[in-house]
């Protein structure tokens, strides 16, 4: 009994896994496939073919011609000679910048030699179009935007180079040296600024003795003044003819002859 039920049990979560997978798929399905109406589908096969063998052709010739001669014009002027000459609605802005996005772009594939076939989505009240061009030189994709009603009026134009895949590895590889070495250089910054640690502890040594240099001389007592005794030397010669002729005088002499003068004595005065 206990192994019957334990075989149904694992019978049901197998089914139950089995359920789970088949919803999700079927949603996956659901969400990838929407259904277009009848009338939707008439407006995006018509787009197709409006952007490829219209408008593509027209934005080419305008281009060849040179495009700067369409800003003599004002838009509504262009729309105008776009509807008379091709028939066509399309905004005036639309087809000045489609016809310079065609004309730069023709410069780097040459001229269109053909034109593959076009994928269009609707994304709310727009067409999206996109076109693969094939040129001389290299292939391009272009991209035109209608509007979404019965009239598909022209809104955007672009054409787009494709780069080669030459190009796609040199540019890889430009990333690549570039991711590489601004990782390299971040490292190299990070070490140096952790190699400078080790130089904070002697630098703030060196503060600290810098400011403790003055504080001591701030701290330190005033040094006595020293006064230089200044000893005025005179002349003995003189002292003693002076005092000769003093003596001389008291005792009534003339002259100093006879008197010699031996030894002199500072007395102190009391």
């Known amino acids: 009994m206990e192994q019957s039920r334990k075989g149904d049990y694992k019978m049901k979560k ?34 197709k073919q409006l952007a490829a063998e219209q408008v593509i052709p027209m934005l080419e010739a305008i ?23 091709y ?17 730069s772009a023709l410069k780097e ?14 994304d709310g009240n727009e067409i999206i179009v996109l076109v693969p061009v094939d040129g001389v030189i290299r ?20 054409l787009n180079p494709q780069s080669t895949m030459g190009e796609l590895m040199v540019d890889a590889a430009l990333n690549t040296v570039i991711g590489m070495g601004t990782v390299f250089a971040v490292l190299i910054l990070i070490s140096a600024v952790i190699s400078a640690f080790r130089l904070i502890p002697k630098i703030q040594k060196k503060f600290a003795k810098k400011t403790e ?5 701030e701290s330190a007592p005033a040094a006595a003044p020293v006064v230089e005794e200044v000893v005025e030397e005179t002349d003995d010669y003189e002292l003693v003819a002076v005092i000769a002729a003093a003596i001389a005088a008291s005792e009534g002499a003339v002259t100093t002859d006879g008197f010699v003068v031996r030894s002199i004595r500072k007395r102190r005065v009391r």
Request: hydrophobic letters at 40%.
């Open 213 to 217: 240099a003055p504080k001591a001389e």
């Open 14 to 47: 197998f089914w139950a896994l089995i359920c789970m997978i088949t919803c999700i798929f079927g949603l996956t399905a659901c969400g990838g496939d929407e259904q277009l109406s009848e009338y939707n589908q008439q407006k995006v096969d018509y787009a």
């Open 109 to 122: 594939i040459g001229s269109i030699v053909s034109t593959g076939e076009p994928e269009a989505t609707i």
């Open 63 to 85: 281009a060849e011609s040179g495009a700067d001669r369409l800003n003599e014009y004002t838009a509504d002027e262009v729309e105008y000679q776009i509807g008379n000459a």
């Open 87 to 103: 028939s066509m609605n399309a905004d005036g802005y639309a087809v000045i910048n489609g016809a310079s996005s065609f004309e």
């Open 139 to 158: 292939d391009a994709e272009a991209e035109i935007i209608l509007s979404n009603d019965m009239f598909l009026r022209l809104e955007s134009a672009a």
